[in-house]
């Protein structure tokens, strides 16, 4: 039950497209595409902004977006706002009937 | 609404126990798989463990595997987290969180979350 890899950091500048990565295995991310995307300002609860790869809830901005290829799903934020400067984590569920999430990624706009 | 509220969080002594629940409301409890997250000062995201529906499976991360018991009550709509020979790497805000299936027929944690108990494990 490794955490997935994300980086530690990624920036952009105000209407720029970034892409945060989450490198697994084929035990999870490559095996399954239950993989999720929450986003998680300081001092509030995760929100959940991908599920499935590549699906969007209800009120979430279509400037976000989910991919996966091979074991490495990524999330884009298109449009870059300052509203977006948050912590970013995946999940993933895994062929031990778990879940693991990645270390986050911290973004921030420039 | 859907809502998820904790309780039950505290200051507990290494190699203690302490019960955290978890009440939903805004949804039919016993349709849905629960899962706790937790995430300890300034770290990420961990994934603790799941409960099905009828609460009669469940899955433990490693971490707290034989320490750690899930259950719930569905006629109370309740949620709980048993924690056992607690240490000090346990100390973390944990979150309940509701469990929707995904496409893929997994029942993925996070589309509602609580807003988080805290467990402090010190001497």
């Known amino acids: 039950q490794s955490a997935l890899t994300q980086p530690a950091s990624v920036s952009g500048s105000p209407g720029q497209s970034i892409t945060i990565s989450c490198t697994g295995t084929?035990?999870?991310?490559?095996?399954?595409?239950?993989v999720s995307w929450f986003q998680q300002h300081p001092g509030k609860v995760p929100k959940l902004m991908i599920f499935?790869?590549?699906n969007r809830p209800s009120g979430v901005s279509n400037r976000f977006s989910g991919s996966k290829s091979g074991n490495t799903a990524s999330l884009t934020i298109s449009g870059l706002q300052a509203e977006d400067e948050a912590d970013y984590y995946c999940?993933?569920?895994?062929?031990?009937?778990?879940?693991?999430f990645g270390g986050g990624t911290k973004v921030t706009v420039l | 609404e859907v809502q998820l509220v904790e309780s039950g969080g505290g200051l507990v002594q290494p190699g203690g126990s302490l019960r955290l629940s978890c009440v939903g409301s805004?949804?039919?409890?016993?349709?849905?798989?629960m899962h706790w997250v937790r995430q300890a000062p300034g770290q990420g995201l961990v994934w603790v463990s799941r409960?099905?529906?009828?609460?009669?499976?469940?899955s433990y991360a490693d971490s707290v595997k034989g320490r750690f018991t899930i259950s719930k009550d569905t006629a109370r709509n309740t949620l709980y987290l048993q924690m056992n020979s607690l240490r000090d790497e346990d100390s973390a805000v944990y979150y309940c969180?509701?469990?929707?299936?995904?496409?893929?027929?997994?029942?993925?944690?996070?589309?509602?979350w609580g807003q988080g108990s805290l467990v402090t494990v010190s001497s």
């Open positions: 499935e790869v590549t």
């Open positions: 409960i099905n529906g009828d609460g009669r499976t469940t």
């Open positions: 999940t993933s569920y895994t062929s031990s009937s778990v879940w693991v």
């Open positions: 805004g949804f039919t409890f016993s349709s849905y798989w």
């Open positions: 969180t509701r469990g929707p299936r995904d496409g893929s027929g997994n029942y993925y944690p996070g589309d509602n």
């Open positions: 084929s035990s999870d991310v490559g095996g399954y595409n239950s």
